[in-house]
């Protein structure tokens, strides 16, 4: 039987300790993620549905704590998700967003900016009031199963 050098059987050794390790405590799933005070609050982690009809799907499907359904009003539109870079050719930042819409309607690749328009809605449980920010603009994904702080999803 050849022997094996102590420096290879020592970082096979730590490799397999490294395997089990990750093993033993495994990570969150994508629908188990660590929750974000930040998320659906504001336009950088807002919620991503696909359409107003999946704004409306996502909205009825949460609870307040008390679990009772909450009540909502839409505020209205609140800007792209990210502010277009300045540009000093005259164009209007109206036309800036357009083209960026436009070159963001395929599912948008890791690290790319989002540049979709947003949409508030005031969410009340019972005297508390918050603003739950909104991106329908992300179809070909499932529709998102975690709650923003404060809420919890419905038992479907």
Same mark, same amino acid.
């Given at each position: 039987m050849p022997c094996l050098h102590p420096i290879p059987r020592i970082s096979l050794l730590l490799s397999a300790l490294v395997v089990l390790a990750s093993c033993a405590a495994p990570g969150p799933t994508p629908t188990e993620a660590p929750e974000d005070p930040d998320y659906g609050f504001t336009k950088a982690k807002a919620i991503e549905v696909c359409s107003p009809n999946g704004q409306r799907?996502?909205?009825l499907s949460l609870a307040c704590p008390s679990g009772e359904a909450p009540r909502f009003r839409r505020i209205g539109s609140?800007?792209?998700?990210?502010?277009?870079?300045?540009?000093?050719?005259g164009r209007s930042l109206? @036309? $800036?967003?357009?083209?960026?819409?436009?070159?963001?309607t395929a599912p948008l690749k890791p690290g790319e900016p989002d540049?979709?328009?947003?949409d508030g809605y005031a969410?009340?449980?019972g005297d508390k009031e918050?603003?739950?920010?909104?991106d329908m603009y992300h179809c070909g994904q499932p529709s998102p199963t975690r709650a923003p702080?404060?809420?919890?999803?419905? @038992? $479907?």
């Open positions: 799907e996502y909205l609140l800007g792209p998700r990210v502010d277009p870079p300045p540009e000093s050719t109206e @036309q $800036q967003v357009a083209e960026a819409l436009r070159r963001t540049y979709h328009i947003v969410a009340r449980c918050v603003t739950l920010v909104l702080k404060g809420f919890k999803k419905r @038992q $479907q």
